[in-house]
């Protein structure tokens, strides 16, 4: 049984429920149409949020780390990642980006995309 979670913007919180991503999952459509019934999605988590209101990278922030060392002992092996890691000027965030590096870094697989973009 696949185990996996969901990345997303801690900003998007504002404005999402994450109605879109959880329902594609429900749906298995989309990035998640490949999964078996019994796929279990276990993490949901975000960023730690902007430079301007957390000035410590994700390498260094201790929310984050703790966020991965919590996905490796619970055997997460993909995470997918939200929409909003892109921005306006459709650029992925940088910081978004470096979770990304240190979740592949600890064996957790990346998917960029949950439901359609
Ligand atoms: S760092 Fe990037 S992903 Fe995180 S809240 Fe800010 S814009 Fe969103």
Do not use: W
Not at 19 to 39: H, I, P
Not at 88 to 108: A, F, N, S, V, Y
Request: net charge negative; glycine share 6%.
């Amino acid at each position: 049984m696949y185990k996996i979670g969901i990345l997303t913007c801690l900003d998007s919180n504002d404005v999402c429920a994450r109605v879109g991503c959880l329902s594609a999952f429900q749906n298995r459509t989309d990035f998640f149409k490949d999964y078996s019934e019994d796929t279990y999605l276990a993490a949901l988590m975000t960023c730690n949020g902007c430079k301007e209101t957390n000035p410590k990278e994700p390498f260094e922030d201790e929310g984050i780390l703790e966020k991965i060392d919590r996905l490796v002992s619970e055997q997460i092996h993909i995470i997918h990642v939200g929409v909003c890691r892109i921005d306006d000027e459709k650029k992925e965030c940088p910081r978004i980006t470096q979770i990304c590096e240190m979740l592949e870094e600890r064996g957790i697989k990346v998917i960029r995309g949950t439901h359609k973009e």
